[in-house]
T-cell receptor, first 117, second 112 residues
């Protein structure tokens, strides 16, 4: 398995532009997470999907952010319009699914580094 | 707010030495995990320890958990230059079966 695939790896855009980040989870994994990493705030959970359904989007910073998972093998995170403070590394991660034991081990993608000028 | 806080923020050692990193957390947990992140890469799971366990080993890694002190430590023995990375602890918030909260990490530099 190629692991969790994210694209683009790097994105530089200007303030006000729309940004779309993409993620392909590991085949057979039913849970997908979007995280954002910055020096100031560390890793923050943005949204969690289970079986393609958004379960927890409480971490999505504001209405400019939206995420979709149209099928089990693809998810997008969109920022419209983008702002300089959105500059961060965005990670997608997947797991087989919620664990009864609570042990949720994540497999991360390589991340998408976003710079908004 | 951060659930897990790693200490120290940065650690520099010589190859062959042991490296110890600590993590403190605030609320009760079912399990605690440690992840490694190499520069420019995603996080990689290293080891998981459950709340009813006190110590766990995996190769050169040793993890301890003290639930009374709400703390954990990660020991890397006989460090190598390839161990240079950031190390993060992650806890399940309030026993959640999906939500992991990460600390800000310890940057470990192993000098050859």
């Amino acid at each position: 398995d190629a692991g969790v695939i994210q694209s683009p790896r790097h994105e530089v855009t200007e303030m006000g532009q729309e940004v779309t980040l993409r993620c392909k989870p590991i085949s057979g994994h039913n849970s997908l997470f979007w995280y954002r990493q910055t020096m100031m705030r560390g890793l923050e959970l943005l949204i969690y999907f289970n079986n393609n359904v958004p379960i927890d989007d409480s971490g999505m910073p504001e209405d400019r952010f939206s995420a979709k998972m149209p099928n089990a093998s693809f998810s997008t995170l969109k920022i419209q319009p983008s702002e300089p403070r959105d500059s961060a590394v965005y990670f997608c991660a997947s797991t087989p699914g919620p664990s009864l034991s609570g042990a949720n081990v994540l497999t991360f993608g390589a991340g998408s580094r976003l710079t908004v000028l | 707010s951060q659930q897990g806080e790693e200490d120290p923020q940065a650690l520099s050692i010589q190859e062959g030495e042991n490296a110890t990193m600590n993590c403190s957390y605030k609320t009760s947990i079912n399990n605690l995990q440690w992840y490694r992140q190499n520069s420019g890469r995603g996080l990689v799971h290293l080891i998981l320890i459950r709340s009813n366990e006190r110590e766990k080993h995996s190769g050169r890694l040793r993890v301890t958990l003290d639930t009374s002190k709400k703390s954990s430590s990660l020991l890397i023995t006989a460090s190598r230059a390839a161990d240079t990375a950031s190390y993060f602890c992650a806890t399940d918030v309030g026993g959640s079966n999906y939500k992991l909260t990460f600390g800000k990490g310890t940057l470990l530099t192993v000098n050859p």
